[in-house]
């Protein structure tokens, strides 16, 4: 490395978010762009690895229905310079009671949107997924354009994008130490680098980083339990029998999740949106029995075509802010120093929106294609702020 190199951006975490970054910056004209990753690549113990996401454009908030429209274009467009068959258009099925708040807010999310989508009656409902027992008062809101991405097809298609564009990737290296400055310096475990911003998209592991800048954020990691349940009948949780889901609030508050058999065959991938909170770095500690009872008795009841036991439990995490949105801004003292955190969950489908919102604010490109302001670090108040 040369030691007069000053990068225009030094992306820190080659997770989705930080991948995402990297590349949509190494497509603009002449910037250069560096980003480091920790581990050697590919690895799991972050948030962004394993198969599959949900992707759909029923939300909750309309302002994620419409960054959806910039995200679809960019999987479309992905899928096709890649080659790669990356997201798989199975629909998204929103669950919850006729006339109850969470099918409501989607209705309004996708009629505000102009998306197109299909609201099931409990009758229609029942007729449509027989492999479903909900209570009579259930029905669904279908996303016909929700699917599934195939999210380590996605990570490696957008790391390799980043380097045929001429941006330089380092793994195995872990930012350690941060100067900022008009040009910020960094040191990690190999050596030093010079770029004139910063994007940090460290995941769990953001707090850890951020310290030294005298900033701590309201940021929970938790460890998530994926579980994967075989089907009794082979077949019969198919893609083309039941789309990706959500369950709202069902299980002891917290949401369930899942994806039809499509990716270990005749397993059905679902999940409990919770998890016990976690060190990034002791993340295999934890004891999981509440999230598995429940999620046992949720497939007993609702999905009595799967076996009651998992067969497959991987570890994954969230990364959760009080309110459940990103963060998306920059550091309070240094403007060229830019933050992504805060995923919530839900974060991946999202990427391309993000890489492009940090990416514009590390350049201080004015982003006109999205409202920020619910992604504000100003939101949490100052009790989060060390020292500033
Ligand atoms: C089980 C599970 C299911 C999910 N399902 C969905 C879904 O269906 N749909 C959806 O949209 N989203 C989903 N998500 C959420 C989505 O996957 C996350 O929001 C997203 O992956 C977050 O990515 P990230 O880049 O912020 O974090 P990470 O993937 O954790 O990346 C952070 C990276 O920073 C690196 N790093 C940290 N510190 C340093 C350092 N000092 N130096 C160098 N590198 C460093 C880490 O090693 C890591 O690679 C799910 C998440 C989980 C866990």
Avoid at 37 to 54: A, D, N
Avoid at 328 to 355: E, M, Q, Y
Avoid at 357 to 366: E, G, H, N, T, Y
Wanted: with cysteine; aromatic share 10%.
């Amino acid at each position: 490395m040369s030691a007069d190199l000053v990068y225009d951006v030094i992306v820190v975490g080659a997770g989705v978010e930080g991948s995402a970054s990297a590349e949509n910056l190494s497509k603009r004209d002449g910037i250069r762009v560096l980003l480091l990753e920790q581990f050697p690549l590919p690895h799991s113990r972050g948030s962004s690895h394993g198969q599959t996401r949900i992707t759909r454009r029923a939300y909750t908030d309309a302002f994620y229905t419409q960054m959806m429209d910039f995200c679809s274009k960019y999987w479309t467009r992905l899928q096709e310079t890649s080659g790669q068959d990356i997201f798989r258009q199975v629909g998204y099925l929103a669950i919850g009671a006729i006339g109850g708040e969470f099918l409501k807010e989607n209705i309004h999310c996708m009629t505000v949107n102009n998306a197109p989508y299909t609201l099931l009656q409990p009758q229609d409902f029942r007729r449509k997924y027989p492999m479903l027992r909900f209570a009579d008062d259930i029905g669904g809101l279908l996303d016909p354009d929700g699917g599934v991405l195939m999210a380590d097809k996605i990570l490696l298609a957008m790391r390799k994008s980043f380097l045929s564009h001429g941006g330089t990737l380092r793994d195995g290296e872990r930012l350690e130490q941060i100067v900022p400055g008009e040009t910020i310096e960094v040191q990690t475990n190999k050596g030093r680098h010079r770029g004139k911003s910063l994007i940090l998209c460290c995941g769990p592991w953001t707090n850890q980083v951020l310290a030294p800048l005298n900033l701590r954020l309201p940021l929970k990691p938790q460890r998530i339990s994926v579980c994967y349940w075989r089907e009794r009948e082979s077949g019969s949780h198919s893609p083309q029998k039941l789309p990706t889901f959500l369950d709202d609030r069902c299980c002891d508050g917290h949401c369930i999740y899942g994806i039809p058999s499509l990716e270990y065959p005749g397993h059905v991938k679902l999940c409990l949106h919770y998890g016990p909170e976690i060190d990034a770095e002791l993340r295999d500690v934890p004891n999981t029995d509440y999230v598995l009872r429940l999620l046992k008795d949720y497939v007993r009841d609702k999905f009595p075509g799967l076996e009651y036991e998992p067969s497959i439990v991987e570890s994954c995490v969230y990364t959760l802010t009080p309110d459940c949105h990103f963060l998306l801004d920059r550091h309070p003292a240094w403007s060229n120093i830019v933050i992504g955190a805060g995923f919530s969950g839900h974060g991946f489908k999202l990427s391309p929106a993000v890489g492009k919102i940090l990416a514009d604010l590390a350049l201080d490109v004015k982003t006109h294609d999205f409202d920020l302001t619910p992604f504000k670090l100003s939101r949490f108040g100052s009790a989060n702020k060390a020292n500033l």
